[in-house]
């Protein structure tokens, strides 16, 4: 943990010094910043970060601020936490660059974790192919009907709008959903978003 620091951008204060201490008591080295603006003005001087940014904030939004990281070619992983998450959001933060996407109120362990597998990215690239290769054979154990279904979930749509577009009834959906999470090995729909985003870039690049 000492190899790389963890920035935090957060609007709010207690937000701020909420997750510096328990991000420093788990042993992480931890810089705020209380606005994205504030974080682009250092963030072309950082080497070895991870970040851990709020989606909505007053100046510049969570996947904005990904969008301007990457436009300057600043490759920092990041991981982005909201409490107002919803699918389209999480597409557009893994569009833009996110590791992950946590929503609130979510378990200390859940973020930790989701910071060490940031900081894995800024290593391993070779991880990171294997993990690929075990989302595409979970992908590749689903049937027909399952990834026409997984493909609405991650566009955004709601059960009865599957239902009507794949002619089924809303029933059927949510057991083709929990089929899909179980065979994903996925334990929330922001992580099935994560992992259906790392497989499409993955095929971009090949």
């Given at each position: 943990?000492?190899?790389?620091?963890?920035?935090?951008?957060?609007?709010?204060?207690?937000?701020?010094?909420?997750?510096?201490?328990?991000?420093?008591?788990?042993?992480?080295?931890?810089?705020?910043?209380?606005s994205?603006?504030?974080?682009?003005?250092?963030?072309?001087?950082?080497?070895?970060?991870?970040?851990?940014?709020?989606?909505r904030?007053?100046?510049?939004?969570?996947?904005?601020?990904?969008?301007?990281?990457?436009?300057?070619?600043?490759?920092?992983?990041?991981?982005?936490?909201?409490?107002?998450?919803?699918?389209?959001?999480?597409?557009?933060?893994?569009?833009?660059?996110?590791?992950?996407?946590?929503?609130?109120?979510?378990?200390?362990?859940?973020?930790?974790?989701?910071?060490?597998?940031?900081?894995?990215?800024?290593?391993?690239?070779?991880?990171?192919?294997a993990?690929?290769?075990?989302?595409?054979?979970?992908?590749?154990?689903?049937?027909?009907?399952?990834?026409?279904?997984?493909?609405?979930?991650?566009?955004?749509?709601?059960?009865?709008?599957?239902?009507?577009?794949?002619?089924i009834?809303?029933?059927?959906?949510?057991?083709?959903?929990?089929?899909?999470?179980?065979?994903?090995?996925?334990?929330?729909?922001?992580?099935?978003?994560?992992?259906?985003?790392?497989l499409?870039?993955?095929?971009?690049?090949?």
């Amino acid at each position: 943990m000492d190899s790389y620091v963890v920035h935090v951008v957060d609007d709010e204060e207690p937000v701020r010094k909420s997750l510096a201490f328990l991000l420093t008591m788990s042993g992480f080295t931890v810089r705020v910043h209380e606005s994205a603006t504030r974080f682009l003005d250092v963030a072309p001087t950082l080497a070895k970060a991870c970040l851990v940014t709020d989606l909505r904030m007053p100046d510049m939004s969570g996947v904005e601020l990904l969008e301007k990281l990457g436009a300057a070619g600043l490759l920092i992983p990041a991981v982005v936490i909201t409490g107002h998450g919803d699918v389209p959001m999480a597409v557009s933060a893994m569009k833009a660059g996110a590791v992950d996407f946590i929503e609130k109120p979510f378990e200390d362990r859940t973020l930790i974790d989701a910071i060490t597998r940031a900081a894995s990215r800024l290593e391993d690239a070779t991880e990171i192919s294997a993990d690929i290769a075990t989302l595409r054979a979970r992908l590749n154990s689903l049937s027909e009907r399952e990834q026409q279904v997984l493909s609405s979930v991650v566009a955004g749509a709601a059960n009865k709008t599957i239902a009507y577009d794949l002619d089924i009834s809303p029933r059927t959906v949510e057991v083709h959903r929990a089929n899909i999470m179980s065979k994903m090995q996925a334990k929330s729909l922001p992580e099935l978003v994560r992992m259906t985003i790392a497989l499409k870039a993955a095929g971009k690049a090949r």
